[in-house]
């Protein structure tokens, strides 16, 4: 998991000749899919269109830089109509206001998480009150250019840590690094780590409790493209815990497109 400041500004890297490309200027959101879709190019030389990275181009993000196979990676955004589409819409994350669906302002957002293997947007920090909370971005539903719209049980469902973001073993069930390192490292780590699942799990259960029995007005893809809830289907637990298993941008398509 990075957060955007993390990102912007870093160097990127062409693996095959070990040279500096540019430097990521800015994430451009999809807000359908809740992403991260390209990382727009800062070159030193003059240039007449924007350039991008198609994030699923990226091979890695670190510390020190973001690397991709090779400069060819680097698009021309004038030349791809639905990359040029994202960033015309403007949409960003930080020092946007989040509201309830009633209309309760929640907090302004500071920061947003992304899960740097995807690009799939994790979670957002925001300052509530007089202090920083984070929520998940499985109760966003509408990313817009000025305001995040959220349920309206988003204030009974922020969590206090970003890492609570994060499930403590990966979809396949197999133990993340990340995980993996906390249970060497003592008790409490472990402890860390429960309470980690019992926060994905809370996060999960409110999940169902708000869209179950609602109906869905739109085909419902998973990952792969493929329908797996058809439009005017009355969603069961079953369907939400798929949904969960494709990941939060199919939660998020989900929760744009129900109705009682």
Not at 2 to 31: H, M
Not at 151 to 175: F, Q, R, T, W
Request: aromatic share 4%; charged share 25%; hydrophobic share 40%.
């Amino acid at each position: 998991m990075k957060n955007s400041a993390q990102i912007v500004n870093l160097p990127i890297i062409s693996i095959s000749d070990g040279t500096q490309i540019g430097i990521v200027k800015t994430l451009v959101i999809n807000p359908e899919k809740g992403s991260v879709d390209f990382l727009t190019v800062e070159q030193e030389d003059v240039q007449l269109s924007l350039k991008a990275i198609p994030f699923k181009k990226v091979v890695g993000i670190g510390e020190f830089a973001v690397t991709v196979e090779s400069f060819h990676d680097i698009i021309d955004l004038s030349e791809i109509p639905i990359a040029n589409q994202l960033v015309n819409k403007q949409i960003r994350i930080k020092n946007t206001k989040a509201v309830t669906r009633k209309g309760q302002l929640l907090g302004e957002v500071t920061e947003f998480f992304i899960d740097e293997e995807t690009g799939e947007i994790i979670g957002i920090e925001l300052l509530v009150g007089d202090r920083q909370a984070v929520l998940s971005s499985e109760f966003i539903l509408t990313y817009g250019k000025d305001i995040l719209v959220v349920h309206d049980n988003a204030p009974s469902s922020l969590l206090d840590e970003a890492h609570l973001l994060v499930p403590a073993e990966g979809k396949d069930g197999e133990e993340t690094a990340e995980h993996a390192d906390e249970q060497h490292s003592g008790g409490e780590a472990v402890m860390e780590g429960a309470e980690s699942e019992e926060a994905l799990y809370a996060l999960r259960e409110k999940q169902i409790e708000l869209l179950k029995g609602k109906r869905v007005t739109k085909d419902i893809v998973d990952k792969n493209g493929n329908t797996f809830i058809e439009a005017g289907t009355i969603l069961t637990e079953e369907h939400i815990q798929k949904a969960q298993e494709e990941g939060p941008s199919v939660i998020v398509d989900i929760s744009m497109n129900v109705e009682a």
